[in-house]
């Protein structure tokens, strides 16, 4: 079989005859029969030949220098659509669209028809697919291990303002960049008990008996490097039963009995993030995570006796396992399972290795965000494991005891069993026993988690924390996402800041330049343009491109804070009923989110945000000076539409609250000026960009916690004494821009003034309010507001991914990139 040309040597029509074979061998049309999905998947799947032929080629040269790999757990991955940037990646864009027009077809009209994978939700999930990417680029050897869901979290749609979701059946007429690996299907143990029984030695030991099987099949996504010949792989797992139906129950007549165990089994795969408001849910969501570490670390295991059988003492020099938070916890215990029960190690050799393999990645300084399990569910899922926490646990306390004998709470607090009325096991502390290095994901989550959230640990182990500041890939972010602003920045600097994102630092040189300042400008009003048809065909209202786009895009929740953006809409709006003349800079704001389900808070946000937008968008008064628009199913391929338009970047999160924040990068690389508190990687951006280039208001975090734990803070004081923030929170009482849902919506008001406004967004009012005002002066001069923009895209260098994941190679992972022969894009 003669193997498929590289990307370098392809030409048009190797690549026309490709898609050709694959429309009719694939999916059995001809051209003058196929429809666009057709198109799409025989695109898709030409594109997927190159691919596989590279990730042969990096498989071949991981058997021959044998490195060490590192393996990526996350329960999610963002990875949004893969058409355009696999095209880039592999540097067929070019070859692809002349083939395409060579059948009268447009190949941007094509890849615009491919839908995003419902692989995960929010920020977690769209690091990891960053990180995808940055390991294939730069050449590092890995693996990214996560759950195949059939169903995405959710759909959006907005019915009378409020939030309505529906099933998100992303599968739905296949998924042409997954490649099913029944070879490698491996089999899980679940339920059952432990019983000691006693072994030829006369001694007693556990073993796990009773345990049911479910199989774990790969379904593998290939990751394209840009640049480069490598090929990293996304290994997703899908459950399916062990038999596929009772035979003797079936016989028997009972079809729909016969088939129940099956639709049980495979349902751990079936959504993601189950509602956990529910016994069925919760119990769903720790099979989930058991699912995913049982799957992976076998997988692992195996492919690590394939190359070096039984010597264990090798295991830490091959292979690095990643914990994207507290969800892959479980790989401690599995793994300590592994080597003690199958494997035949002594606890002590097990442990060591376990913890050489292991880091851990916290991304919360929410309380309620650390994950906990109740023991009994536990029991019931995983006894075995269980059982091995527990002994982990109390090797861990006796160790510490040696410390802190007298300091009871101390130990209390480490102790990975929560004692109380209801016990439970903590994930994080699970985590952090078992992994060798623990980093945050900015300098003050760092310092905070380190100060506040661990301290005990922290001060035990200083030396396994880190930090790492999160990054995003310049591929999707703004080479594929802006290509108006990616070509400018090329004719300027070259082309290397595509691999090499400090290399933007040489476009400051350009910031003062009338020409350019016209040209960024002029890429900023296009980019809008577009936007503003995107909109329209969502929202019905097309946005006003001379007015400044200011855009808040991010899960929906209380500390991020979206409402305080609605106070400033609304007290913008009172000043212009007041005085029609002021002089406003006219905005347009676009919010993008999704709520939790179960989170009401979040969806009143959402209603509130509607019932304003109603009001303001249809006054006349207004003449669209404020505009209001909300896009329903915020996802990736919708930020990539809305980021590249920004003016403004509102990150605006409680001071102290947020880890990092990668939206904050995204945007400020596309040119959108920052408006933030000191809170997560916003202190990093201001440190690049300079205090004059962005707009900095609000408490620090220790403000914060000081009001919090001084019980200081008093939102009636500060209403009584601004007249203008009470006009504004009492429009929130009122119902006049409630409708129907007036009652309901004065939750937000009884949040904010009966229960002591936890996310202190009275208190940051008036200095958001004096941001803001700064943020028209110099929206009102173009070449000044280019300038700072331009300096902020020059200054974005530091938050690069393939930085953060040079960090985690060389400051965690002690890994070496394997560089794969051939002709690279």
């Not at 035979?247 to 795969?269: C, M, N, P």
């Not at 209390?412 to 994901?441: C, F, P, T, Y």
């Not at 008036?766 to 507001?785: I, M």
Request: with cysteine; hydrophobic share 40%.
């Amino acid at each position: 079989m003669t193997p498929n040309p590289s990307p370098a040597q392809a030409t048009p029509e190797d690549f026309r005859e490709r898609f050709l074979t694959a429309l009719r061998y694939s999916r059995g049309v001809e051209m003058y029969q196929a429809r666009p999905q057709d198109h799409l998947a025989a695109l898709k799947l030409a594109v997927r030949e190159y691919l596989v032929d590279r990730a042969v080629q990096t498989s071949a040269a991981y058997r021959k220098t044998n490195p060490k790999t590192v393996h990526y757990l996350s329960l999610e991955f963002l990875l949004g659509r893969l058409l355009r940037n696999n095209l880039i990646a592999t540097g067929l864009l070019p070859i692809a669209r002349e083939a395409m027009a060579s059948l009268d077809l447009d190949l941007d009209s094509i890849v615009d028809e491919e839908a995003d994978p419902g692989l995960g939700n929010g920020g977690l999930g769209r690091l990891a697919a960053c990180f995808l990417d940055s390991l294939a680029t730069l050449d590092y050897p890995s693996f990214g291990y996560g759950l195949h869901y059939d169903y995405g979290m959710f759909r959006q749609r907005f019915e009378d303002g409020w939030q309505v979701e529906y099933p998100d059946n992303w599968l739905e007429g296949g998924y042409p960049w997954e490649l099913t690996r029944h070879d490698r299907i491996v089999q899980v143990k679940i339920g059952g008990r432990v019983e000691w029984i006693q072994g030829t030695s006369g001694k007693h030991r556990p073993k796990w008996v009773g345990w049911r099987t479910i199989h774990g099949v790969p379904q593998d996504i290939m990751v394209a490097g840009y640049g480069t010949q490598t090929v990293s792989i996304l290994r997703l797992w899908s459950a399916q039963a062990s038999k596929e139906f009772d035979f003797h129950i079936f016989s028997q007549g009972d079809y729909l009995r016969a088939v129940e165990g099956r639709e049980h089994d495979e349902a751990i795969t079936k959504v993601l993030y189950p509602a956990d408001d529910t016994a069925a849910g919760r119990r769903l969501r720790l099979v989930q995570e058991y699912f995913l570490v049982a799957c992976s670390v076998r997988d692992v295991v195996s492919r690590f006796q394939r190359s070096h059988g039984d010597d264990w003492t090798l295991f830490p020099d091959q292979v690095a396992l990643q914990l994207n938070d507290t969800h892959p916890a479980l790989a401690v215990a599995e793994l300590m399972r592994f080597l003690i029960d199958e494997a035949g190690l002594k606890w002590v050799k097990a442990w060591d290795i376990t913890r050489k393999v292991c880091s851990y990645t916290n991304h919360t300084l929410l309380p309620e965000a650390m994950e906990t399990w109740p023991v009994r569910l536990m029991e019931k899922v995983i006894p075995r494991h269980l059982q091995i926490i527990y002994e982990i646990n109390r090797r861990f306390i006796e160790s510490m005891r040696e410390r802190f004998d007298t300091d009871t709470q101390r130990l209390q607090r480490m102790s990975i069993l929560e004692d109380g009325g209801s016990n439970r096991i903590r994930m994080a502390n699970l985590a952090i026993v078992g992994s060798h290095k623990v980093n945050g994901v900015a300098k003050l989550h760092t310092e905070l988690l380190k100060k506040r959230v661990v301290r005990d640990f922290a001060e035990v182990w200083p030396e396994r924390f880190l930090a790492i500041t999160n990054g995003v890939t310049p591929r999707r972010w703004l080479l594929s996402c802006n290509p108006r602003l990616a070509e400018a920045i090329t004719k300027r600097i070259g082309k290397a800041w595509v691999r090499d994102l400090d290399r933007l630092a040489d476009l400051g040189s350009f910031a003062d330049d009338p020409d350019f300042q016209d040209e960024f400008l002029e890429i900023k009003r296009a980019n809008k343009e577009d936007l503003a048809t995107v909109l329209e065909n969502l929202c019905g209202l097309r946005p006003k491109t001379e007015s400044l786009f200011d855009v808040q895009i991010k899960r929906l929740h209380e500390y991020k804070r979206q409402l305080l953006n609605l106070m400033h809409v609304i007290w913008m709006y009172h000043r212009i009923k007041e005085d029609p003349t002021v002089d406003l800079v006219p905005r347009t704001f676009i919010f993008g989110a999704k709520a939790a389900p179960a989170y009401n808070m979040a969806k009143l946000i959402i209603r509130a945000i509607h019932g304003v937008a109603e009001v303001v968008n249809n006054d006349s008064d207004v003449e669209g000076r404020i505009q209001i628009l909300f896009p329903p199913d915020y996802r990736v391929t919708l930020a990539e539409q809305i980021i590249p338009a920004a003016d403004l970047s509102e990150q605006i999160s409680t001071a102290g609250m947020e880890a990092s924040g990668t939206g904050n990068m995204k945007l400020a690389l596309n040119g959108a000026l920052t408006i933030g508190t000191l809170d997560g990687a916003n202190i990093e951006i201001r440190d690049a960009v300079g205090n004059e280039n962005i707009f900095i208001f609000g408490l620090t975090a220790d403000e914060v916690e000081d009001l919090r734990t001084t019980g200081a803070y008093q939102p009636w004081e500060i209403y009584r004494r601004d007249p203008e923030l009470a006009q504004v929170i009492d429009s929130l009482h009122d119902g006049r821009f409630a409708g129907s849902d007036a009652d309901a919506l004065r939750e937000i008001w009884s949040a904010l003034m009966d229960h002591g406004d936890h996310y202190l967004h009275l208190a940051d009012f008036h200095s958001y309010l004096e941001a803001q005002r700064k943020v028209d002066e110099l929206y009102k001069e173009p070449r000044k507001w280019a300038a700072a923009a331009i300096r902020n895209v020059a200054a974005m260098g530091y938050f690069s991914s393939d930085r953060a994941i040079t960090q985690y190679a060389q400051e965690i992972w002690k890994l070496e990139p394997v560089e794969i022969e051939g002709d690279s894009a």
